[in-house]
């Protein structure tokens, strides 16, 4: 599950690049990209049950709304420091 979560931070990061080239004048999109970057370096030091857990809730959504707004947020209204805060804020939206 680690490399699926690094996975897509990662292309999340390219992604926010990519947005920043088109839209030079918003630097929101190149903060997202540097930190969508820093969650991916850090994924290998969240605990493992904390990424099976957000994943197992992630694939079991009906939809993965939840998933893509706090993907949407980062660097615009989120800014986690680690994979580890992003995975337990994710499973505390799903579970609360």
Do not use: Y
Request: aromatic content about 10%; glycine content about 4%; hydrophobic content about 35%.
């Amino acid at each position: 599950m680690k490399m699926e979560l690094k996975e897509e931070f990662e292309k999340q990061a390219e992604w926010r690049d990519q947005k920043a080239l088109e839209q030079p004048g918003d630097g929101r999109n190149a903060e997202a990209a540097n930190l969508f970057r820093r969650l991916a370096e850090t994924v290998d030091d969240c605990p493992q049950e904390v990424v099976d857990t957000a994943w197992e809730l992630f694939e079991d959504a009906p939809d993965s709304e939840e998933w893509l707004e706090m993907m949407k947020e980062i660097g615009f209204h989120a800014w986690p420091k680690s994979a580890e805060e992003f995975c337990r804020r994710f499973i505390s939206k799903r579970t609360s």
